[in-house]
């Protein structure tokens, strides 16, 4: 019988089977069949209640042992603080159920370093002693942010507003690609005891290197590369702009690699200077835009951009070419795209191992596809090139090099997991899966990059006379 009643799917037929299998024991049997359900609810009921109790005994001890071992740095911070014309502050916010509560913060003035200032919420590890907030949960909202998706997120109030969030910890990682109520509705249907420890984890190394930098400028310049400084949204809707445009135009991704050929290689600095777009990619860069006081504003790889780019275009109605990747690749890509963008208009796929003198057919294909965006992954800065190279005459209106992201979507390559690159960690995960490949690149040419980039840092500073009352 058991088999049955687990394949059966439809609650109506269950039930029924259930009521059939009762009329089948005796009266005695049927009262331990009850009494066996209602032990097994009720330890259900014991083992979620205990859960919870464990998570708020963690709360109350990390919070209470923070509180304690903070002391003489909790004095310096309201000295601090008074002496910028700040102080304490109490923050009106929306807890568990919906009740308010006042969050505690510490508000420093203008002079304050962006340091310290990132500190200021941590006075709200008492609203977490008191059992208004927790540890990690979603964000602590304002009771008057109204906008229809805070009501969306309704869900979020069945949990205790947390000092760190998703949407914190992906911020100061610069992933942050949704909305802050889309990644409090992703932490309330998955937390667990394990996903808050990680979280906590990932925030330790997070709070030192990352930031929250939406004020930067737009305009960087990393050792003779100019990089757009835009945001995931922002670049995805720049795109389907350029796409509405009569010239042709070139999208390039650099990392921390390409900024190091760049800095050699004269022509690829000129085909980058000459794009359209160049967008800042992974860790290096934005390490080196911490150091150099040029600060990225999101990671903007092709990866994660995809699926952004690819709902703009079936907005918009564009379609879209392929080219790159081993045989094979190009077609499951674009059988992804087909599976989620079903109004995303495919003008063709092309894998890129071609020969020189096939270099003009898969030119002329291109052009008599009339792709409005093209997408090439043959590695940087090879791709890059070979769009600057054609550019007049493939007739789409972007083209964008995009490396190994065919790999990705196409199944060849796993991507690393979330937690390693909310960590800033990708790098790792890509050395690992082909080490023979990636280790110059990684660790030698990353270590090269970190050298120049800290050598301009130090050309800069003395170039550039200290104004009193700046950060440097
Ligand atoms: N590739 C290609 N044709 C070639 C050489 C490479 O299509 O002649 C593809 C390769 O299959 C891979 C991508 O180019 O999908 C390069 O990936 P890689 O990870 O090296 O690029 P990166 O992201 O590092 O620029």
Excluded at 272 to 284: E, F, H, M, P, Q
Aim: aromatic content about 10%.
């Amino acid at each position: 019988m058991e088999p049955v009643i687990q394949s059966s799917s439809n609650p109506t037929e269950r039930n029924a089977i259930l009521v059939d299998l009762d009329s089948g024991f005796s009266r005695l049997g049927i009262q331990h069949r009850r009494r066996a359900r209602y032990r097994r609810s009720l330890s259900w009921v014991i083992a979620i209640q205990t859960i919870r109790g464990l998570r708020r005994l963690m709360d109350i001890t990390v919070s209470a042992c923070l509180l304690v071992a903070l002391s003489p740095f909790w004095i310096i911070m309201l000295i601090v603080a008074h002496a910028s014309g700040g102080g304490v502050r109490k923050l009106p916010r929306l807890g568990r159920w919906a009740t308010t509560f006042d969050q505690y913060e510490i508000a420093f003035g203008e002079t304050a370093t962006p340091r310290l200032a990132s500190m200021s919420s941590l006075p709200a590890l008492c609203n977490v002693l008191r059992g208004e907030m927790s540890l990690i949960g979603p964000r602590a909202v304002s009771p008057h942010a109204t906008i229809v998706g805070e009501r969306i997120a309704w869900k979020r109030y069945e949990l205790r507003p947390g000092l760190l969030s998703l949407w914190w910890l992906r911020k100061r990682a610069n992933i942050a690609y949704t909305s802050e109520v889309d990644l409090d509705i992703e932490y309330v249907e998955t937390n667990s005891f394990w996903g808050d420890f990680g979280i906590a984890m990932r925030a330790i190394p997070t709070a030192f290197f990352g930031g929250e930098l939406s004020s930067a400028p737009y305009e960087l310049n990393f050792l003779g590369v100019r990089i757009h400084n835009l945001t995931m949204a922002e670049a995805a809707s720049q795109i389907v702009l350029l796409a509405n445009k009569p010239e042709p135009s070139q999208i390039c991704f650099v990392n921390a690699d390409c900024v190091n050929i760049a800095f050699k290689d004269s022509k690829y600095r000129s085909t980058l200077s000459a794009a359209r777009l160049v967008l800042a990619d992974g860790i290096g860069v934005r390490l080196a835009g911490t150091i150099l006081d040029q600060h990225i504003r999101e990671n903007i790889n092709g990866t994660d951009m995809l699926p952004y780019l690819c709902e703009a275009a079936e907005d918009a109605g564009l379609s879209v070419y392929l080219l790159g990747g081993r045989p094979g690749v190009p077609e499951d890509v674009n059988a992804w795209m087909a599976e989620r963008y079903p109004k995303l208009r495919s003008a063709g796929i092309r894998h890129g191992y071609f020969s020189e003198d096939g270099e003009s057919q898969v030119v002329a294909d291109i052009a008599a596809s009339r792709a409005d965006i093209l997408l090439v992954a043959l590695g940087a800065p090879r791709q890059d090139r070979w769009i600057a190279q054609h550019k007049d005459h493939l007739g789409v209106k972007v083209a964008i090099g995009v490396g190994g992201l065919f790999d990705f979507y196409g199944g060849r390559i796993p991507r690393a997991p979330i937690w390693m690159r909310e960590l800033g960690m990708e790098w790792f995960y890509r050395f690992w899966q082909e080490p023979r490949r990636m280790w110059r690149r990684y660790f030698l040419g990353n270590s090269v990059f970190l050298y120049r980039v800290i050598r301009e840092r130090l050309r800069a500073s003395r170039e550039t006379p200290h104004k009193e009352g700046t950060y440097l």
